[in-house]
């Protein structure tokens, strides 16, 4: 999820009983948006998991260097799936919607802290607040590896702007991104454009991807 304070967050958990959530605020503890991970409890097991600030300091919480007010970081966790054994990484993150500067940085500060981890699958997904011509998808596809779940699918919803201010289907920039790295084959992504009678659940739609981890 993105955006989502504390008490929506447990509202969430609170109507998908069989989800389990990792997320901290990125104000620290509860406070403010979290980018909570959910998972189905009877399948994954959270191994380890972590949560670093998009800043020249990313281990204090809450810092900010780059950005114009708004903090921003990341959350990972590695889990194994319970039947199998496999394990992969999944990280969610949100870039700053202002300073051009501010998500390239970001973006190299990601492939610097969690790019690595190619032992295993490794997802990145988030609201990244830019397009395919910005800086740092290029950061992160060309130079650190990443794929683009959306370039490699049967897609839908190619012309659909995935943030959309309440304003329902438009054209436009495709700025929520669900890459990845690793032996993983992406069967199908798509733009869910959900709505009741004309009430959205959210200023974005939500980006999806069925994928399959190999081996």
């Given at each position: 999820t993105q955006e989502g304070f504390y008490h929506q967050v447990r509202h969430i958990a609170a109507d998908?009983?069989?989800?389990d959530w990792i997320g901290t605020g990125r104000d620290g503890g509860s406070r403010s948006e979290f980018m909570a991970i959910y998972y189905k409890r009877d399948r994954f097991e959270p191994l380890e998991y972590d949560h670093f600030w998009l800043s020249d300091t990313p281990n204090i919480v809450g810092s900010i260097t780059w950005q114009r007010g708004n903090r921003r970081m990341l959350t990972w966790a590695r889990f194994r799936e319970m039947e199998t054994g496999r394990e992969f990484v999944?990280?969610?993150?949100?870039?700053?919607h202002a300073a051009e500067e501010a998500q390239y940085r970001a973006a190299r500060l990601v492939n610097e802290?969690?790019?690595g981890m190619t032992d295993a699958p490794l997802f990145l997904v988030g609201d990244f607040n830019a397009g395919q011509d910005s800086r740092a998808y290029d950061v992160l596809t060309r130079h650190g590896g990443f794929r683009d779940t959306w370039e490699e699918a049967n897609r839908r919803g190619d012309a659909i702007s995935?943030?959309?201010?309440w304003k329902g289907i438009r054209e436009g920039v495709r700025i929520d991104w669900l890459l990845f790295k690793g032996d993983v084959e992406t069967d199908s992504t798509r733009v869910v454009t959900y709505a009741v009678d004309g009430r959205y659940p959210s200023d974005h739609f939500p980006v999806t991807a069925t994928v399959t981890l190999n081996g």
């Open positions: 998908n009983p069989q989800y999944f990280a969610n993150t949100h870039f700053d802290r969690i790019g995935s943030f959309h201010n």
